[in-house]
Each structure stands twice: as C-alpha cells, then as structure tokens.
C-alpha cells in the first residue's frame, strides 16, 4: 500500500456499520432516529438525538475534506465497532492505509472492545489518530490501557496529560496540544460582506450557570434587540447558514475552564464563529492564557472574567471592525482553525512525507 494513500475512517456509534462517508451523510437528514432513543414518543429525546447525530455528521464532513499536497486521500468511510470488524474482512484495506479517527469521549462506551478492537486495527497496517478535544486522559479510564498505546498522533485539550497516557502512548507518537478547532469543511459558510449590527450568543442548557445569565442579562439591557440568545443545546446543522448574517458571536468557554488541566480550554465556538465570517467575543479564563495568541493577533476579542462592562466595550469594539479586519478573521480561521489543515498537517508529518510543513502564523490584527 502507497504510504501517501490515507481513507480516513470515522468511528462513530451513529454508525450502524460501515459505511461510505457520502452517502452516510447523503442519507442523514432523513434518517429515523426513534430506535436509537429510551422513549420513541419523546420530542426532546429525538431533537437531542438528532442534534448530537447531526454534529457528528459534521464531524465526519470535516475530516472526509482533508487536503494535502503530499497526500492522496480516498473516499473516506463511517464504522461503528461492527463495521471497523467489516472493514478489516476487506482486500480494499490494503490499497489505502486506512486511519481510524476518534474524538473526544466517544470510544468510552465501547471500553470493553476497543482495545482488542485498536491491537487489530493497528496489527492489520491501520493507523489511530485521536482528537480528544476535552480531558479525556484524565477522566476516560480506558484512554491509557486501552487506546494510548495504539496511537499515531494524539491531539489534545488538556496540558499536561495524565501520566498514565503519556507512559503508554508508542514512543513514534506525535502528541500535539491544540484543542478545539471547528467541525466545518473550509470556506463551506460564505463571507458576508454587510451582516446585520448584531450579536449572538449561542451556547448549551448546561451552560447556563448564574455567571452566563448575568452576562445575557447585561447584553439584552444594553443591546437590546441587537442581541439574541440561543441556549438550546446546538443549532440544527440546517440553521446555520443563517449565522453568517450576524456581525459578532459571544462565545461561550469551557465549563471547566478554571479546572487545574482546563484552565487555557475554550469551546469550539470562537472556530466555527470565526469560520461563519462573524467576530469571535470570548471570555478570558480566571487563571489566563487561554486563546491568548489569537486575541494578541486580533482573530478574537476578549474581556475578563466577570466583567460585564468589559463585555459590553469587547461587544462594541467587535461591532465596529470594519470588513478587511473581519474577512482577515474569516480566512484565517477557515485556513487554520478547521479540522481539515491540522489533520491532514499532522498525517504527514508522521508519514515524514512532509517533514518541514510548518503552520502558517496568524496574519497581523488591523486596528480598526
């Protein structure tokens, strides 16, 4: 098999089996998820279901765009434990080098098998890589003994990792401390040259702790019919197009942000806002230093924690930014703030067929 031929292979327990990436995602937006929820009858539990089987449909887009000049990369695939055993049985595994992608907590229902599950996967010439996006190496008791030895490149949120993890990760790992970046295939949301004088805040029921409400109540106050909140959980991937046409997204950040390992984490959201063309607003963390390269080269703006005033002036300033400085933000974040660039980057360089490929700086802030 071609070192330089990857099929990236999605695990995902929406699976299901194996399947092609396209036509998975073709299928998506009619599929019936009643089956997969305790009460068939229950709205909520379906609208749960199809947010979270929607975001990672969005996943799986994500990392079945990765480009490369030095990679060919074949039609990618979707497996859930029964169809990684399916893609194994097949010849077509030797014409590719198939890359099992994991993120973030997703393998720990499946702690029983999936190591034996890796052991296979890796004995058969397939690679592992896993983005763990949040602190899986702490709190995922099967992360060291069951999939850090079967890795190829870990890319992670929290710093440092547990010891156990690093004790077991094969010494040709490639360990890359980069968090969240967005689910979103590069410049699929276009540019809006004249959004609405708006602000947005979207974040999760879980996220809306008494601190968040003081920060809503003060930018419904001051902005007033400027701002909308959106605290349900997600948006439906069919939604989101609609975001572009709003100036400024209020991000929310990590709910462990002041955590001893979390304390630089963040959300994915300022990515994917950056992404949509709108100025990312976020919150810094109490113990610092989290998203400060981005805010030092104007990609986000941020204030301090617990400073609704400084939130409001963070609001105001990221309004007025005129269309150079927000297209600037918008290209750099679909250029290296997406799935895409880090993984194919990372494949690479543990392939060594691009060995001297280094990330491109974040382009100077222009004052606005």
Request: glycine residues 6%; hydrophobic residues 40%.
């Amino acid at each position: 098999m071609s070192s330089s031929r990857v099929r990236i292979v999605f695990f995902s327990h929406w699976a299901e089996g194996l399947h092609d990436a396209g036509s998975y995602l073709e299928g998506l937006p009619a599929r019936d998820l009643r089956s997969r929820v305790s009460d068939a009858d229950s709205e909520q539990l379906l609208r749960m279901a199809r947010l979270d089987c929607d975001w990672d449909g969005e996943c799986l887009r994500a990392f079945s765009d990765l480009r490369h000049p030095d990679l060919e990369f074949a039609p990618a695939r979707i497996a859930d434990p029964a169809g990684l055993l399916q893609l194994m049985a097949h010849r077509e595994f030797d014409e590719a080098q198939p890359w099992l992608v994991l993120i973030a907590q997703r393998p720990a229902p499946f702690a029983p098998v999936i190591g034996r599950l890796l052991e296979a996967f890796k004995a058969r010439g397939g690679r592992v890589l896993y983005w763990a996006y949040d602190d899986a190496s702490h709190t995922m008791d099967c992360f060291s003994s069951s999939i850090a030895p079967h890795l190829s490149v870990l890319i992670h949120d929290e710093n440092p990792l547990d010891k156990r993890v690093r004790d077991h990760l094969p010494a040709d790992c490639r360990t890359i401390h980069s968090s969240w970046t967005a689910n979103v295939v590069p410049f699929a949301y276009p540019f809006c040259e004249q959004p609405e004088e708006s602000i947005v805040f979207l974040g999760s029921q879980l996220g809306v702790t008494p601190h968040r409400l003081r920060q809503i109540e003060a930018l419904q106050q001051h902005f007033k019919d400027r701002f909308r909140a959106v605290t349900d959980h997600s948006v439906p991937v069919a939604e989101r197009e609609a975001f572009t046409r709003v100036k400024v997204h209020v991000c929310p950040e990590g709910r462990k942000f002041s955590g001893d390992t979390m304390h630089q984490a963040h959300t994915d959201r300022p990515f994917w806002a950056g992404c949509m063309g709108q100025v990312p607003v976020s919150e810094d963390s109490k113990r610092g230093g989290r998203l400060a390269s981005l805010a030092e080269a104007g990609m986000i703006v941020r204030y301090a924690h617990g400073d609704l005033d400084g939130l409001i002036e963070a609001c105001e300033h990221a309004l007025a930014l005129d269309v150079a400085t927000r297209r600037r933000i918008y290209d750099y974040f679909n250029r290296e703030g997406t799935v895409g660039p880090v993984v194919g980057r990372e494949i690479a360089r543990f392939l060594g067929v691009s060995p001297q490929a280094q990330e491109q700086p974040a382009p100077a802030a222009v004052d606005a």
